[in-house]
């Protein structure tokens, strides 16, 4: 299976992790893509978000019912989001800066597209 990480070109790691997709019915959402689908739910934080395995790949879908109308997108974990942040390529706009999460930081751009693409790091991870 390849991997779905990717070196910048000032060498810092970057892997797509998971399908952002919000939701505004969990349950309904649960019941199509674990249920329906058949695919494996691998985490849950609270009674908002849930991860589920797809097969065929390392990526996976985040559920997210926080924010139903936020943009789907993919989610790329990197080691550091504040240094992502300022040595991002100018043609990625900022839509939310750096902000503390459960775990780390996320930050929120959007690409020349219009496409929305969400970068995280789990620096404050206990684990």
Do not use: C, N
Request: hydrophobic fraction near 40%; charge should be negative; avoid cysteine.
């Amino acid at each position: 299976m390849p991997e779905s990480s990717y070196e910048t070109k000032e060498g810092r790691a970057m892997k797509l992790e998971f399908l952002f997709t919000p939701t505004s019915d969990l349950k309904a959402s649960l019941a199509l893509y674990r249920d329906g689908l058949g695919f494996t739910e691998t985490w849950r934080e609270g009674d908002a978000t849930v991860a589920l395995a797809m097969p065929g790949t390392d990526v996976q879908l985040m559920l997210d019912a926080h924010a139903p109308d936020a943009p789907a997108g993919p989610l790329f974990v990197v080691d550091s989001v504040e240094t992502f942040h300022k040595s991002r390529p100018e043609t990625l706009a900022v839509v939310e800066p750096p902000s503390e999460i459960p775990g780390g930081f996320l930050a929120t751009y959007q690409d020349p597209g219009g496409a929305t693409l969400y970068v995280m790091d789990q620096s404050t991870d206990a684990s």
